[in-house]
């Protein structure tokens, strides 16, 4: 078996890994577990069942990773950055497992976990993480920073892909550095703020390297 296929399967494996957990410990769990909190922390909560369905967003996600490229026009540039597109899927589903397992933990440890703090923490180093590797995408119609200006040319796709990568990649640090900061609402500005930020003057700049290909 060839290396991309072992991780591949090894993907498929971490899909399934937040149904394990939840199988694991589903008979001592509340009637009522938490689902979601609000930037002032205050916790909604939902019947328990409700776990079921958001667990198996992971293998259908990592059936949306697989099936893609398939109907992608650009799917033989996969080819080039198969292990970048992997590393996604692997980190992508890890994000998924942690946030299942903060669940978990605080239906049957309320107050285990600094929520907010945790959960700004790795969407920031999700963020340096797809900021690293963006630079490694070459065109295609699902994965990377995509601008109708970026999708007209090779040279434009890859100053785009650059562009916003170390921008994302430095929005994430921003954001996961901002995850130690005090009240809940100072850690979500200080990771969407810069996101936010960081999409727009990547949109910028793709719109200004097209303007730049044209003149040539």
């Known amino acids: 078996m060839k290396k991309t296929n072992k991780k591949q399967v090894a993907a498929w494996v971490l899909s399934l890994l937040p149904l394990v ?25 939902g019947a328990k069942a409700q776990l079921w369905a958001i667990a198996a967003t992971a293998p259908v996600l990592e059936a949306m990773f697989c099936f893609l490229p398939k109907i992608d026009p650009k799917n033989k540039n996969y080819d080039k950055f198969g292990d970048a597109y992997l590393g996604i899927q692997l980190v992508t589903l890890l ?67 650059r562009v916003a990568g170390r921008l994302l990649f430095a929005a994430g640090l921003i954001g996961a550095a901002g995850s130690f900061a005090p009240g809940d609402t100072a850690k979500f500005v200080l990771l969407l703020a810069p996101l936010v930020l960081a999409c727009g003057l990547s ?11 044209s003149r040539k």
């Open 95 to 161: 994000f998924l497992a942690a946030m299942t397992g903060i669940c978990i933990t605080e239906a049957l440890r309320p107050g285990t976990v600094n929520v907010s703090g945790v959960v700004c923490l790795l969407v920031g180093l999700l963020m340096v993480y797809l900021g690293n590797v963006m630079p490694r995408f070459r065109m295609n119609w699902y994965c990377g920073f995509k601008t109708p200006w970026a999708l007209s040319s090779e040279t434009v796709w890859t100053r785009t892909q």
């Open 203 to 213: 949109t910028v700049m793709s719109w200004r390297f097209y303007r730049e290909e």
């Open 21 to 45: 957990m939840i199988a694991a410990v589903y008979r001592r769990l509340p009637a009522e577990v938490p689902m979601h909190w609000d930037l002032d922390g205050a916790v909604d909560y």
